[in-house]
């Protein structure tokens, strides 16, 4: 699949080519099924969030949008129990336009992530660096812009977008009182606001008689990428 040619689906809505790497996490599998993953999920992958950038341009007047990234499937296994070579999802963002951060810090318009278990869309900033975070902390502590935000993720909540982080702080920050109105947003270290469940996109295959494709079950963000 090309940029050409359009998005027109992943290979299919229920996420088997990840099942089956789950079962059979090594590198001999993935190898000999490596066509099915670039032809059926990273390529389609990236057409979608190229498409998605161009159709949601116009709603980010005050900035830019970067340009997507799609993440590779090789799982860090240096510091974990688990040395299973790949991951058994994909994911890709589509980040605003900034310079000199670490993925994780971008502000996200989008995190898509697709995978045998988990299926679910995301926006906002996943893991905010000293930097960013001490502006976020400047921005809620400030009575008028913490309170704007307030109303701002309440009104997303009531619509089906919830706002959570990767990580909580046990504790408020230094500098701040612990009874502050707002302390529990002052102890994130993210801001994602999750999309309701979404469906698989997939038009390559029926997964079931008529070719409906079953809703996605809605999963928290786990990981990044």
């Known amino acids: 699949m090309t940029r050409s040619e359009g998005f027109a689906g992943f290979a299919d809505a229920r996420g088997t080519f990840f099942k089956k790497l789950a079962k059979n996490n090594d590198r001999v599998w993935f190898l000999e099924h490596k066509a099915e993953f670039e032809e059926g999920w990273n390529a389609p992958m990236k057409v979608l969030l190229a498409e998605v950038k161009d159709a949601i341009d116009a709603a980010y007047a005050h900035c830019d949008l970067g340009e997507p990234k799609v993440f590779r499937i090789f799982r860090d296994v240096r510091f974990s129990k688990d040395k299973s070579p790949y991951k058994t999802h994909i994911g890709g963002i589509l980040p605003l336009a900034r310079s000199g951060k670490k993925v994780t810090d971008l502000p996200m318009a989008l995190y898509l992530q697709v995978g045998a278990k988990e299926t679910f869309g995301a926006a906002g900033p996943y893991q905010m660096e000293p930097e960013s975070l001490a502006r976020f902390r400047g921005a809620v502590a400030d009575d008028a812009r ?3 935000l307030v109303k ?3 009104s997303l909540a009531r619509k089906g977008f919830p706002a959570d982080t990767h990580q909580r702080f046990k504790r408020v920050p230094k500098g701040f009182a612990p009874d502050h109105p707002r ?3 002052l102890k994130r270290r993210g ?9 698989l996109p997939s038009s390559r295959r029926p997964s079931s008689p008529g070719g409906s494709s079953p809703p996605a079950r809605r999963q928290r963000r786990s990981s990044n990428g």
């Open 146 to 148: 913490g309170n704007e």
């Open 152 to 154: 701002i993720l309440a």
């Open 191 to 199: 801001l994602v606001v999750e999309f309701p469940a979404l469906p």
């Open 183 to 185: 302390a529990e947003l």
